[in-house]
């Protein structure tokens, strides 16, 4: 199944790997979808402090991050707005066992324009954006080993970190303006 996140690959496997797993669990199993909507949006902030050498706030709640972020002009209200809806379904779906289809598809949505963006902003400065497609409601074989789940997913993240951590410093600036620009 060709994905809306295959353009991740390369330069952010755990997006990618979180992205369409999202999109294969839509019909299918929700909760666990905006699960890992939600695991985008905490990868993105967590991969922004790394890549721009930020330090963590005292009081380090994803609320926090995301407010520093934006506070350093990194993040625009718009892409806060898609962070905390991404953080607070989430937690609702972890917390409360949330599902559902129809947030779902908006969230799949907001997740892609995220993606893009970031894409633009800390991968391919030329990455050109690409149409979103919802992905039909089809009957696909999804594994029921979430422990080797969750074991990839771990190691791509630290994988994923380890890379931001040993990349060439840009000045916060340049940034900002290609984060304006994407």
Not at 77 to 98: C, F, G, Q, S, T
Not at 102 to 116: N, R, T
Not at 132 to 150: I, K, N, R, Y
Request: charged share 25%; glycine share 4%; net charge negative.
């Amino acid at each position: 199944m060709k994905s809306n996140f295959d353009f991740l690959d390369n330069e952010f496997p755990v997006l990618a790997q979180f992205g369409k797993r999202a999109e294969l669990y839509l019909y299918s199993d929700s909760n666990s979808c905006l699960m890992k909507l939600g695991m985008i949006g905490e990868t993105v902030v967590n991969l922004m402090f790394t890549y721009d050498r930020i330090t963590l706030p005292a009081e380090n709640t994803a609320v926090n991050r995301i407010a520093v972020l934006f506070r350093e002009g990194l993040l625009t209200k718009d892409l806060v707005d898609i962070l905390h809806a991404l953080r607070k379904v989430r937690n609702k779906a972890v917390h409360e066992n949330y599902a559902s289809v129809a947030d779902g598809k908006v969230l799949l949505q907001m997740a892609h324009s995220l993606c893009e963006w970031f894409m633009q902003t800390y991968g391919d400065w030329n990455y050109k954006n690409k149409p979103f497609v919802l992905p039909a409601d089809l009957p696909v074989e999804v594994s029921t080993d979430t422990g080797a789940e969750q074991e990839h997913e771990k190691q791509l993240s630290k994988e994923a970190e380890e890379k931001a951590a040993a990349s060439d410093s840009v000045a916060k600036e340049k940034r900002r303006q290609q984060a304006a620009k994407a």
